[in-house]
């Protein structure tokens, strides 16, 4: 019974007396099998008493009760919003896919209260915001028994409906501003446009332009300014990280017209990244992780802008739970002891 609120019965019957019934384990006598979860025909129950088979325990469903597959196809349907396909149930389970490239919305308490209806009805799903590509097999429904009652299966729809959908990236211009201080070598700026390319190949997003200007308030400011007027997205690599709102690349963005959204982050490697705005074109300070092609918290801002999921302060305050991301071997000293601004930089070698 599903969650104790009745649902299916189960009974050990002779072969001919299951005919129409679900066979709870698998049958197999002299050659003779029928599967868990198959019917029972007219056919099978003759071929198993023929060969012996005295009784096998099956499954009855009740008047009320919503087959398992046709219970996963409809919670599978309810759930499912733009940029998802769903594949056929089979043995209680519909899987759901990416139908595009993008990022995956999880509206989490939806999902959490799906899964509160009743032990018989589960849904699982890849982390919310996870960037996923088309084909990606993004969540699962399974239906635990035979079957579920029609009113959990209902309630269950009404909790879950619209909990996911797959924003697809959009194609968007970027703009790479890179500000230049004694010590930092072009071959470090070089490389951090060919990783930067690489980050925006999986979006569709093309680099358009690459700036270099002084790590100076006023030339960056003007180097924003007229980028504001090519680009989708604008992103600032500082030859120092950011260390305050006062800093060069805060600073620029501000005396440019645009503002600050929000500065630092509780994900690392990627505590200091800056997110801003100017003519509603969003401008990403980049932390110094970001030079390196390893998953960080740029990763995490990027993907969700180009995929036109808004990204304010309060979303990056929520990043905290699963943000302490793997350790960087390269780093000048570990997590544990000294707390430096270098160590926060996490700066690719």
């Not at 129950?45 to 009784?55: H, V």
């Not at 899964?115 to 982390?127: F, S």
């Amino acid at each position: 019974a599903a969650g104790g609120e009745g649902g299916v019965k189960f009974e050990s019957l002779a072969p001919r007396a299951a005919v129409g019934a679900i066979v709870a384990h698998t049958a197999r006598i002299g050659g003779v099998s029928l599967k868990k979860g198959a019917l029972v025909t007219p056919e099978a129950a003759e071929a198993l008493a023929a060969a012996g088979l005295e009784s096998l325990v099956v499954a009855r469903l009740e008047a009320d009760d919503v087959g398992e597959d046709e219970a996963a196809a409809a919670l599978a349907a309810a759930v499912a919003g733009e940029g998802i396909r769903i594949e056929r149930a089979f043995t209680g389970r519909a899987n759901l896919f990416a139908a595009r490239a993008g990022v995956l919305r999880a509206d989490v308490a939806r999902v959490d209260a799906l899964n509160a209806v009743d032990e018989a009805i589960t849904l699982a799903t890849l982390p919310a915001m996870k960037p996923v590509v088309e084909g990606e097999m993004i969540a699962t429904v399974k239906i635990i028994p035979f079957a579920a009652p029609r009113a959990l299966v209902e309630r269950a729809i009404a909790a879950g409906a619209g909990a996911l959908a797959v924003a697809g990236y959009r194609p968007m211009r970027v703009i790479a501003i890179s500000t230049l201080a004694p010590g930092l070598k072009p071959s470090v700026i070089d490389k951090t446009m060919r990783v930067l390319v690489e980050r925006l190949a999986p979006t569709g997003a093309k680099l358009v332009g690459e700036r270099r200007v002084a790590h100076a308030p006023q030339a960056l400011a003007q180097a924003i300014a007229a980028a504001r007027e090519e680009a989708d997205l604008i992103i600032v690599f500082g030859a120092s990280a950011i260390t305050d709102r006062r800093d060069v690349i805060p600073a620029a963005l501000e005396a440019a017209g645009g503002e600050v959204a929000h500065f630092g982050m509780p994900v690392d490697p990627g505590n200091l990244l800056m997110i801003g705005a100017i003519g509603g074109k969003p401008v990403i300070g980049a932390p110094g992780c970001a030079r390196s092609p390893r998953e960080n918290g740029f990763d995490w801002v990027l993907h969700r802008l180009i995929a036109g999921v808004p990204v304010g302060a309060a979303d990056i305050r929520g990043m905290g739970v699963g943000g302490l991301l793997m350790e960087i071997v390269s780093r000048p000293q570990p997590r544990e002891g000294g707390d430096s601004h270098e160590d926060d930089d996490d700066r690719a070698p």
